[in-house]
């Protein structure tokens, strides 16, 4: 089990007060247990947006297209901190690099990863900024591949072949209102 699997993240009820905390590994285990977390969406100057594929060591959907990264913050820790981090650790890309990371809702969800078995019950935070400087450079252990991709463009990628995607992806771009922003 990877050392983040080893960290706690905060268990919240249906209406995302918190309530506890377990491990990543144990929220993950089916049933799986609701729990905080974040997606990330990035936009460039053009309106389009980053993707990334999640590496293929990943324990849950490996190897498919997401936002721009995702994760949990730890019990107590500020949600908007917590995906600074990880999209420095998993894009080495800072906050310096974007305009201020924005709340643009929560999308609570539930999916069962067939390759693994593990499932995601999450209240998800769904964070927006725009890359203002720098190119991503990932971390192999966390991103495979990154594009940038026109929202029109992706909503019909994603129709077209929907288990090369995330399955919380189109919930986040409808929360992130990616889906309002024309073709660019």
Request: hydrophobic share 35%; proline share 7%; aromatic share 6%.
């Given at each position: 089990?990877?050392?983040?699997?080893h960290?706690?993240?905060?268990?919240?009820?249906?209406?995302?007060?918190?309530?506890g905390?377990?491990?990543?590994?144990?929220a993950?285990?089916?049933?799986g247990?609701?729990?905080?977390?974040?997606?990330?969406?990035?936009?460039?100057?053009?309106?389009?947006?980053?993707?990334?594929?999640?590496?293929?060591?990943?324990?849950?959907?490996?190897?498919?297209?997401?936002?721009?990264?995702?994760?949990?913050?730890?019990?107590?820790?500020?949600?908007?901190a917590?995906?600074?981090?990880?999209?420095?650790?998993?894009?080495?890309l800072?906050?310096?690099?974007?305009?201020?990371?924005?709340?643009?809702?929560?999308?609570?969800?539930?999916?069962?990863?067939?390759g693994?078995?593990?499932?995601?019950?999450?209240?998800?935070?769904?964070?927006?900024?725009?890359?203002?400087?720098?190119?991503?450079?990932?971390?192999?252990t966390?991103?495979?591949?990154?594009?940038?991709?026109?929202?029109?463009?992706?909503?019909?990628?994603?129709?077209?072949?929907?288990?090369?995607?995330?399955?919380?992806?189109?919930?986040?771009?409808?929360?992130?209102?990616?889906?309002?922003?024309?073709?660019?």
């Amino acid at each position: 089990m990877s050392g983040r699997e080893h960290m706690l993240v905060e268990l919240v009820d249906e209406t995302g007060t918190a309530v506890g905390a377990c491990s990543v590994a144990e929220a993950h285990n089916a049933p799986g247990q609701r729990h905080r977390a974040f997606s990330v969406l990035l936009y460039d100057s053009a309106g389009r947006v980053l993707l990334q594929r999640r590496a293929a060591v990943k324990t849950r959907f490996a190897s498919r297209w997401s936002n721009t990264c995702c994760g949990h913050p730890e019990p107590g820790e500020d949600t908007l901190a917590a995906a600074a981090r990880r999209l420095s650790a998993e894009l080495g890309l800072t906050t310096d690099h974007t305009t201020p990371l924005t709340e643009t809702g929560v999308f609570p969800y539930q999916a069962a990863d067939p390759g693994s078995g593990r499932v995601e019950l999450e209240w998800d935070h769904v964070l927006v900024a725009t890359l203002t400087s720098g190119t991503p450079t990932p971390d192999e252990t966390e991103v495979s591949d990154y594009i940038w991709v026109s929202p029109a463009s992706l909503r019909g990628q994603i129709a077209a072949n929907p288990g090369a995607y995330t399955p919380w992806l189109p919930g986040v771009l409808e929360v992130a209102g990616a889906w309002d922003t024309s073709d660019g």
